[in-house]
């Protein structure tokens, strides 16, 4: 044999000694650790849950179910006060009469109040600016109606005429009439007037 293969067989002997040496003096795990710890990887640590009957179990869902119920009906019932308080506020708002308008202030004019054979009428419409009304009454027409002949053959803009009590522009204003103004009493012209004064104050029959 060669040099060179006793060189080799000598590196292989070495080689095998050593593997077998490490295979017989390493310290191997024993089987029961094993098989403790594959036992604690499957199966987890054990937890100690109470011990508790199906009676007991059944109870307290029972119980708990009953806490739920009354919660849910406490919101129900809180919700259906509220909303029924609303609607009473909202139906005592409805059922307050609403102020009316105030009447305008009671005007001043010169003239005179005597004499005018309508007098309760204007007073009963115009409230306390009646002494105000009859004094313009008695400054456009002496207190006479358009069927009295109070017309004003002057023209009071587009063709309109002033005619009644309170010579009133017609048929600009026949609107205001609660009847036709053609053959309008008394009552019906102070109405007129009176729709026309709370809509517009004195500007009307300022001079």
């Not at 080799?8 to 003096?25: E, G, H, K, S, Y």
Request: charged residues 15%; neutral net charge; contains cysteine.
């Amino acid at each position: 044999m060669s040099k060179a293969g006793r060189t080799f067989l000598f590196i292989m002997a070495v080689t095998v000694f050593t593997a077998l040496f490490v295979v017989t003096t390493a310290s191997p795990e024993s089987a029961p650790a094993t098989q403790a710890r594959a036992s604690h990887i499957e199966t987890g640590p054990r937890v100690a849950w109470p011990s508790m009957s199906l009676d007991g179990l059944n109870a307290a869902v029972e119980h708990r179910n009953a806490q739920m119920a009354a919660w849910y009906t406490g919101i129900h019932l809180r919700d259906v006060a509220a909303y029924q308080a609303a609607m009473e506020r909202h139906s005592r708002q409805a059922q307050t009469p609403t102020a009316s308008p105030p009447r305008p202030s009671a005007p001043s004019v010169g003239g005179s109040t005597n004499g005018c054979q309508y007098e309760s009428l204007i007073r009963s419409a115009f409230g306390p600016a009646g002494d105000w009304a009859i004094r313009i009454a008695m400054r456009e027409s002496r207190c006479t109606t358009y069927r009295e002949g109070a017309y004003n053959p002057t023209p009071c803009g587009g063709g309109n005429h002033a005619v009644g009590i309170f010579q009133l522009c017609m048929p600009m204003h026949a609107d205001l009439y609660p009847c036709d103004w053609h053959t309008a009493d008394a009552a019906c012209e102070v109405e007129a007037a009176h729709r026309l004064y709370l809509g517009a104050g004195t500007a009307p029959w300022a001079l």
